[in-house]
């Protein structure tokens, strides 16, 4: 660790012993205190979904014994509940259109059936059952309010969309991004050159469809996991609700918020690498108008990589604020810092990446490492009006600064000479983001249809500085490659970074900046037409508009105007409350700018944007109201591509498809059983020239035919549980030229968890458990990741 890295740590230890001292010796609210009867009046918030998850969430919130029969609940949803009421006030409120009702007893309170006109109706007396959330829909998501920008019951959305919730997040000790989406079907990761997170949505590569709280989070770097609720995954075409971008499917990420829910949770990691990482999530009510809540994070870790290590912490407090039982206002920050090894993997051999250990480094992981600095500011306001109309106003404020520098394999092996090619540079980045998104939802009835109504602006600029110099080997202004010994691929020769200028050679490289402002309009109407039958209409305008300055070889300066307009309608269809089946139609586009609003230049600037068009078909099915089963049917086409002429001339052309079915699988088997995850198949195809690069007809990177994976939770008892996953990916192409294969895999994973007291559990998880030996992700031909062999990490959780 170096020493500006252990002054890091030793402030962090300081707040981290700070925040424990506190949550331990700061008064908590009594339950006793604030709820002694029926009568005491208490604030919720409680969203639409389920109606078994509802009363497990107003048990908690209540701090109440609630008695009731899983089988009542079966396919029951609520309205939600939001404000000040008296807890049977509340319940009813809870229970409204169910045909139940509550029943006061002497230990708490009970859900029954409401009686019959019957002279002498009978009463079912359940025995009191304490509902806690630790045993119900661990890995089931009900509802989002991402996917429409409305609280919506993810049966009711028309599109693929999967949910890692918390609960998975913790039991498969999921650190990252990637971690995240390994058992999401339909997804997959690419190598993002060592320093960013990049996801491959249905064939198409991305490193800017991330989103924090709907709102854009398109910067290159790794994203920790410490300050986050759950991760969505929304798959095709997005732009209406999240605009330019969203090409092959979207991530976005449900922060933790303060909330009436007190925590103080801890944890302790440690495992294979030397890997040392801890998480703080303190929660506190101050009163009934307000609640707060920090998460910290401090990770030190090794690699299975030769040379490969990496650092990073977090601290994100939020505060949430209740001024009246129709407003709320949240507000929150992030300080985030990593910094790492930008390693770039292993390099190809006639078609196959090269037989070497795994652990072997290409390049030089001295001068190859990655760091960037997030500084992030959110609120949100949201107010509802006594005529039934919501208010929400979204901002985020957030600057980054990203560099990055890597030597690496930038050719395949030579077998006559035994050599390989290296090559070098480093990219900075500094981008500042402002965004602002404001929506109005209103729900009204015209006749016997029911339209569930939003509409909204949003406004955002992005100012972004880009510059990259190239490696010049042996201080030689001409050597940008350097042939190495395939048996010793490490150089210590000097590396000049230099930003080339057009000189002799004509080469040139960025130095630019580029200032885009985005204005937003978009409306959208959920139709209920009868019970059975709804649909989802909705339409987006985006104004986009890019000042980009070449500081660097020509100076050139241009600006763009893209108007974009991205449909979505949807059909969903309900023979029984618990099926729907669905059709959709949705757009979505990519700018020339490209993800990270660097890429336009004079050859580009009068051209359209690139189109994805998303056809999708399926059914979702609640088999029970912890466990959805989920399969989809899809085409995407990608259009307006650019392919290059004799002459230096451009035009665009359809660019390629991709078809795939889904099938997915998540909740609860039985009441001790627990699984995620499912299976895909997919084919890809470029279906005209692209120049230089493919031909019509070859196939799409690094989207393999196959990929099963399932992870599976079984508690032995109250207190032991084991799990187990398997993920099997079929072979894929590297890149567009088709010429290197990534062999296929299956992998195992396992964990184990056990309660040791009421206050501490742990868990033991195993990655890999059986060493398979093979390749995670790649970036091109000649940048080839391994995967891990056997990991093991033992994590202690300490909750008061």
């Not at 290409?362 to 107010?383: C, Q, W």
């Not at 104004?543 to 307009?565: A, C, M, P, S, Y």
């Amino acid at each position: 660790m170096t020493i500006r890295g252990f002054t890091r740590y030793i402030c962090f230890c300081a707040v981290f012993v700070s925040v424990c001292l506190a949550a331990v010796f700061l008064p908590q609210p009594s339950v006793a205190q604030s709820i002694n009867t029926s009568a005491a009046v208490r604030t919720y918030d409680i969203s639409a979904g389920y109606l078994h998850d509802a009363l497990t969430q107003f048990s908690q919130q209540a701090g109440i014994k609630l008695a009731l029969d899983p089988a009542l609940l079966q396919g029951k949803v609520t309205h939600g509940l939001t404000g000040d009421f008296e807890i049977k006030a509340a319940l009813d409120q809870l229970l409204i259109g169910s045909g139940l009702q509550v029943a006061q007893r002497d230990d708490g309170f009970a859900i029954v059936v409401v009686p019959s006109a019957s002279p002498e109706p009978a009463v079912t007396t359940l025995p009191a059952i304490q509902v806690t959330a630790s045993n119900t829909n661990r890995y089931a998501a009900v509802s989002t309010s991402t996917a429409t920008k409305t609280n919506t019951l993810l049966r009711d959305v028309p599109q693929a969309i999967s949910v890692i919730t918390n609960e998975l997040i913790k039991d498969q000790s999921v650190r990252s991004i990637g971690d995240a989406v390994r058992y999401v079907p339909g997804v997959g990761i690419s190598q993002g050159e060592g320093n960013r997170d990049a996801l491959v949505f249905r064939g198409n590569r991305s490193t800017g469809d991330f989103f924090t709280d709907g709102i854009r989070d398109d910067v290159e770097y790794y994203r920790d996991l410490y300050n986050i609720e759950r991760v969505e995954v929304l798959k095709g075409a997005n732009g209406m609700i999240f605009g330019r971008g969203g090409s092959g499917g979207v991530v976005n990420r449900v922060s933790k918020q303060a909330n009436w829910n007190p925590t103080n949770e801890f944890s302790f990691q440690g495992g294979s690498f030397n890997l040392k990482r801890m998480t703080a999530d303190v929660g506190y009510v101050i009163n009934d108008m307000a609640a707060v809540r920090l998460n910290a994070l401090y990770e030190d870790a090794g690699s299975f990589r030769d040379g490969v290590s990496m650092e990073r912490l977090g601290i994100s407090p939020t505060v949430t604020l209740k001024p009246t039982h129709r407003t709320k206002i949240i507000a929150g920050m992030e300080r985030y810092h990593d910094d790492r090894t930008a390693d770039r993997g292993i390099t190809s051999f006639m078609g196959r990446p090269v037989d070497v250990d795994r652990s072997q480094f290409f390049g030089d992981p001295r001068r190859s490492h990655a760091n960037v600095d997030v500084l992030a500011f959110n609120s949100l306001i949201e107010h509802k009006f006594d005529t039934g109309v919501t208010l929400q106003n979204r901002t985020n404020y957030a600057t980054y600064d990203k560099f990055y520098q890597n030597v690496f394999a930038s050719g395949g092996l030579d077998d006559v000479l035994n050599e390989v090619s290296l090559g070098a540079y480093s990219n900075a980045t500094k981008r500042e983001n402002v965004f602002n998104q404001t929506n109005l939802l209103y729900s009204l009835n015209t006749g016997p249809i029911a339209h569930t109504l939003m509409a909204g602006i949003e406004v955002g600029r992005q100012e972004t500085h880009n510059r990259r110099a190239t490696g010049l080997f042996n201080n030689s202004l001409a050597m940008t490659s350097l042939p190495v010994s395939f048996s010793n691929p490490i150089t210590h020769v000097p590396i000049t970074f230099r930003t080339r200028n057009g000189g002799r050679d004509g080469d040139v490289d960025a130095l630019n900046r580029s200032v885009v402002n985005v204005t937003s309009l978009y409306i959208q109407d959920q139709i209920e037409i009868i019970p059975q039958l709804q649909a989802i209409v909705g339409v987006r305008y985006d104004l986009f508009e890019v000042d980009f300055q070449q500081k660097n070889g020509l100076r050139e300066h241009l600006k763009t105007r893209d108007d974009l307009i991205a449909p979505r309608f949807g059909l969903i269809y309900k023979p029984i409350t618990p099926v729907s089946f669905y059709a959709t139609y949705s757009q979505a586009y990519v700018p020339r700018a490209g993800d990270q609003l660097t890429a336009l230049n004079v050859t580009t600037e009068t051209l359209k944007p690139e189109k994805f068009t998303t056809l999708e078909t399926g059914v979702k099915w609640d088999m029970r109201p912890d466990l959805a089963f989920t399969a989809a049917v899809y085409q995407l086409d990608r259009t307006n591509v650019i392919n290059s002429v004799v002459g230096g001339q451009t035009f665009l052309t359809k660019g390629q498809r991709t078809e795939g079915v889904e099938v997915s699988l998540s909740g609860q088997l039985t009441s001790n059983w627990s699984v995620m995850g499912g299976y895909a198949y997919q084919v890809g195809e470029i279906t005209s020239d692209i120049q230089g690069v493919a031909k019509k007809g070859a196939s799409v990177a690094e989207l393999p035919r196959h990929t099963f994976s399932m992870w599976s939770r079984y508690d032995i008892t109250p207190s032991i549980g084991a799990a187990f996953g398997v993920i099997h990916r079929d072979s894929m192409l590297a890149s567009l030229t088709n010429r290197v294969t990534l062999p296929d895999f299956t992998r195992v994973d396992a964990a184990l968890f056990t309660q040791f007291t009421k206050s501490f559990r742990g868990q033991l998880n195993i990655e890999n458990l059986f060493n398979t030996k093979y390749f995670a992700s790649a970036q091109n031909d000649f940048n080839i990741a391994p995967g891990s062999p056997i990991a093991i990490r033992a994590t202690l959780i300490a909750n008061f």
